[in-house]
């Protein structure tokens, strides 16, 4: 029976690394019964165990309508990660999940969405791209994408701009600093901070802006978009918290009246803009 809180081994059957210091890793579930009742929405999480290395949380990175693999893309920046950036393929992992709420996909049925990112935080929003395009045929809404990173290597996902492109996705790259990558490569990405498209770039009419990246980041990207009298109901942002249990229990990811991951981790910024101190 499908049951979130209990862990589950999944199997590691691909790794590509992304940049210097993350990866992505293709998984699939060991039980076949329980991957067939597993599902998700792109922004929700998981739990991600390995034995003497405690677990940590992770969003999904794909499409859910792959019901036989899903993908998490990992940094590499303490004692989970560094040991999961050391597996191989076949190696066995344990996840429990999924958790939290998730982007509001629906809304893409009758409006258009920007998403706006910087570094590892575009992850759930690759995993909204690809089920974007999934599930084309539901949505009237166009998709356009503001994605800065460190430099060029630091992008992840760059083996799917191509496609993304192709599939008429606006997408529109910033970098902090410029190197030979970024000169050779078939995608457009000036210098600058990811703010920087606003004001450049047409914005797509009316959009449902969804943001995942460095809480600064954050900050200036909903200044902008408070300049062009966007909504704040229509803001979602994905906030990054210390979490354990990811059920709203230990209370480490309480922020004003929610937790992170129960209530969250995406929340309106109507809901929390009021919170002192929420990004
Ligand atoms: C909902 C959610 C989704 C996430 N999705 C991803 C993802 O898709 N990919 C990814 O690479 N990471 C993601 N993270 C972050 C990841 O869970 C942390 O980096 C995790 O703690 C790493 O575990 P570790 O044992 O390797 O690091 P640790 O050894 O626990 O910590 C390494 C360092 O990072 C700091 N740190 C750890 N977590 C946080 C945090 N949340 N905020 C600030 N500092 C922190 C620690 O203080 C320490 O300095 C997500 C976090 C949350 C809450």
Same mark, same amino acid.
């Given at each position: 029976?499908?049951?979130?809180?209990?862990?589950?081994? &999944?199997?590691?059957?691909?790794?590509?690394?992304?940049?210097?210091?993350?990866?992505?890793?293709?998984?699939?579930?060991?039980?076949?019964?329980?991957?067939?009742?597993?599902?998700?929405?792109?922004?929700?999480?998981?739990?991600?165990?390995? *034995?003497?290395?405690?677990?940590?949380?992770?969003?999904?990175?794909?499409?859910?309508?792959?019901?036989?693999?899903?993908?998490?893309?990992? =940094?590499?920046?303490?004692?989970?990660?560094?040991?999961?950036?050391?597996?191989? &393929?076949?190696?066995?992992?344990?996840?429990?999940? *999924?958790?939290?709420?998730?982007?509001?996909?629906?809304?893409?049925?009758? =409006?258009?969405?920007?998403?706006?990112?910087?570094?590892?935080?575009?992850?759930?929003?690759?995993?909204?791209?690809?089920?974007?395009?999934?599930?084309?045929?539901?949505?009237?809404?166009?998709?356009?994408?503001?994605?800065?990173?460190?430099?060029?290597?630091?992008?992840?996902?760059?083996?799917?701009?191509?496609?993304?492109?192709?599939?008429?996705?606006?997408?529109?790259?910033?970098?902090?600093?410029?190197?030979?990558?970024?000169?050779?490569? /078939?995608?457009?990405? +000036?210098?600058?901070?990811?703010?920087?498209?606003?004001? /450049?770039?047409?914005?797509?009419?009316?959009?449902?802006?969804?943001?995942?990246?460095?809480?600064?980041?954050?900050?200036?990207?909903?200044?902008?978009?408070?300049?062009?009298?966007?909504?704040?109901?229509?803001?979602?942002?994905?906030?990054?918290?210390?979490?354990?249990?990811?059920?709203? &229990?230990?209370?480490?990811?309480?922020?004003?009246?929610?937790?992170?991951?129960? +209530?969250?981790? &995406?929340?309106?910024? +109507?809901?929390?803009?009021?919170?002192?101190?929420?990004?």
């Amino acid at each position: 029976m499908f049951n979130p809180y209990q862990t589950k081994s &999944v199997v590691i059957r691909k790794i590509i690394k992304e940049s210097s210091d993350a990866k992505r890793f293709v998984l699939e579930f060991q039980d076949k019964e329980y991957a067939k009742q597993f599902d998700f929405l792109p922004g929700q999480f998981i739990e991600i165990s390995i *034995p003497g290395f405690n677990e940590a949380p992770f969003t999904f990175g794909s499409s859910s309508k792959n019901k036989e693999f899903f993908e998490i893309a990992v =940094r590499d920046v303490g004692s989970l990660t560094s040991a999961l950036s050391q597996m191989k &393929v076949s190696d066995e992992v344990g996840m429990r999940g *999924p958790f939290g709420n998730g982007f509001p996909m629906d809304l893409l049925k009758s =409006r258009n969405l920007l998403l706006v990112s910087g570094g590892c935080g575009f992850v759930p929003l690759r995993s909204v791209t690809e089920e974007y395009l999934d599930r084309k045929d539901e949505f009237e809404g166009k998709l356009q994408v503001f994605y800065g990173a460190r430099s060029y290597d630091d992008l992840l996902f760059k083996d799917d701009f191509e496609k993304w492109l192709g599939a008429g996705i606006d997408l529109n790259l910033k970098v902090d600093k410029q190197d030979k990558s970024c000169d050779s490569s /078939k995608f457009k990405c +000036d210098t600058g901070l990811v703010t920087e498209l606003f004001g /450049k770039v047409d914005l797509v009419e009316r959009p449902v802006v969804f943001i995942c990246g460095p809480p600064l980041m954050a900050k200036f990207v909903i200044q902008e978009l408070d300049k062009l009298k966007v909504e704040y109901s229509d803001i979602y942002i994905s906030l990054e918290r210390r979490m354990e249990c990811g059920l709203g &229990v230990c209370e480490h990811c309480a922020v004003g009246p929610y937790y992170v991951c129960k +209530d969250g981790p &995406v929340f309106s910024w +109507d809901k929390i803009e009021w919170i002192p101190g929420i990004i």
